[in-house]
């Protein structure tokens, strides 16, 4: 993740990151050092502080950010895809949540819009998958490809 180094970029200090975000600045060291996962609302809002695209902050891609991108999650249209790509590749919720390590009713939670995921399935589902996480999540309308030698210390 590019936590540090976006913040840094932009001359701030974790005090004032974590005042943004409304956490301490302790947690957000934790999420900065990958000691604990920020959650994927929180993730969002620092992109959107930032300017930036999940995907760059995450270190899938170089693109900073994309044209035309929304500022909020889509959650309904974040389950419709998380589902249709899992269908196109012919995988049933059984097959990801064993790849994944997760149960199948919280797939099926994500996949039905009842959950937001969390940002550790999302790394791991765009790994799997290939395909943005701002795609995934309804932030742009333009499936690109994530290629896996685009990965920043994933």
Known sequence: MRLKEIRE???????????HLGVSRGTYSLWELELDPIPLKRLNNFCNIFNCSIDYALGFTNIKNYKR???????????????EIRKAHKHTQDYLGKKL????SLISKYESGHTLI????LVEY????????????GKIDEEII????NYINL
Do not use: G, P
């Open 9 to 19: 970029e932009s001359e701030r200090k974790q005090f004032t990151v974590s005042e």
């Open 69 to 83: 991108s929304k500022k909020e999650i889509n959650l309904n249209l974040s389950a419709k895809r998380l589902k």
């Open 101 to 104: 390590s997760l149960n199948r």
């Open 118 to 121: 969390s940002t550790t399935f």
């Open 126 to 137: 765009v790994k799997l998958y290939h395909i943005s996480s701002d795609y995934l999540l």
């Open 146 to 149: 994530i290629n896996e030698s």
